[in-house]
């Protein structure tokens, strides 16, 4: 198998508490067009997990009151995981093209986190109308905007 290169466009970062990406240089031409949106998708790099041990789970004691016992690394958004890869969705809440900037509503991911990749959140490729999930995780907010308001903490086992 060959070797994939992967390269940060930007990376995460908080200003007063707020969540912004800050794009590298060569990278900021891309945000053309990217303004009308209101959601975009962030792949961005799980670093403090990017070590063999993180690397080698596959099976993992289930964070997830309710569920089974242990899950595999696939049925889980753990950051233990063959690729350290992660994806979020989060509204745009501002753009600054020249300053290579966009303002999030949110995000999962530490401060200096590094972006591989964006793209728009489109509702006709992105959003599955009526998704399947297994019993234990059926009770969940059927969207992110529902998820904001909801108590996860009778979800999670920590």
């Known amino acids: 198998m060959n070797n994939l290169i992967v390269k940060p466009v930007?990376?995460?970062?908080?200003?007063?508490?707020?969540?912004l990406i800050l794009l590298e240089k060569p990278y900021r031409s891309a945000l053309e067009g990217l303004?009308?949106?209101?959601?975009?998708q962030i792949f961005w790099w799980f670093d403090a997990c990017d070590n063999e041990a993180s690397r080698s789970v596959l099976k993992v004691s289930s964070p997830y009151r309710n569920s089974p016992e242990t899950l595999g690394t696939f049925a889980t958004r753990s950051p233990e995981r063959p690729n350290p890869?992660?994806?979020?969705?989060?509204?745009?809440?501002r753009i600054d093209p020249a300053a290579g900037i966009i303002g999030l509503s949110h995000i999962d991911a530490r401060d200096n986190t590094p972006v591989i990749d964006l793209k728009?959140?489109?509702p006709s490729l992105d959003?599955?109308?009526q998704p399947c999930v297994p019993?234990?995780?059926a009770s969940w907010p059927k969207s992110l905007e529902e998820?904001?308001?909801?108590?996860?903490?009778?979800?999670?086992?920590f």
């Open 135 to 137: 019993d234990w995780c």
């Open 35 to 40: 303004d009308g949106f209101s959601h975009i």
């Open 10 to 19: 930007g990376k995460v970062i908080f200003q007063n508490e707020m969540p």
């Open 120 to 122: 728009p959140y489109t």
């Open 147 to 157: 998820s904001a308001d909801f108590d996860w903490s009778g979800v999670f086992t």
């Open 127 to 129: 959003r599955v109308a």
């Open 85 to 93: 890869v992660a994806l979020s969705t989060a509204q745009i809440l």
